[in-house]
């Protein structure tokens, strides 16, 4: 499985991006699609995951409900809606892939900075 993230870079704070990824090569019948961030100097910590067939939804409990996951089947791609965003959004987001269990497939990341 190959996943490319895209769409970050720079906005202050209270504006919104929106990241994508797209998914290619190996499918699986069931799985998840997630993003995750890690800012400077901390652990990568879970943001979302929307299930790919049902399309229910979990969050991290600390977005507050700012950012919103979503897909798009027929491009097999992922996105994240990130809006009201704060200085602490700045990381580096990474997509990934699960069929069950732990995550095992990663995108590459890309850089999200959110200016005061």
């Known amino acids: 499985v190959q996943l490319q993230a895209s769409g970050g870079g720079l906005a202050q704070a209270g504006g919104s991006l929106r990241l994508s990824c797209a998914a290619s090569?190996?499918?699986?019948?069931?799985?998840?699609m997630g993003w995750f961030r890690q800012a400077p100097g901390k652990e990568r910590e879970f943001v979302a995951e929307?299930?790919?067939?049902?399309?229910?939804?979990r969050y991290a409990s600390s977005l507050e409900g700012r950012f919103t996951i979503s897909r798009d089947i027929a491009k097999n791609t992922q996105y994240l809606q990130m809006d009201s965003l704060k200085p602490e959004d700045t990381a580096v987001y990474y997509c990934?892939?699960?069929?069950?269990?732990?995550?095992?497939?990663w995108g590459q990341g890309t850089e999200v900075t959110v200016s005061s």
């Open positions: 990934a892939l699960r069929p069950y269990g732990q995550y095992k497939h």
């Open positions: 090569g190996r499918t699986f019948s069931a799985y998840f």
């Open positions: 929307i299930n790919w067939s049902s399309g229910s939804t």
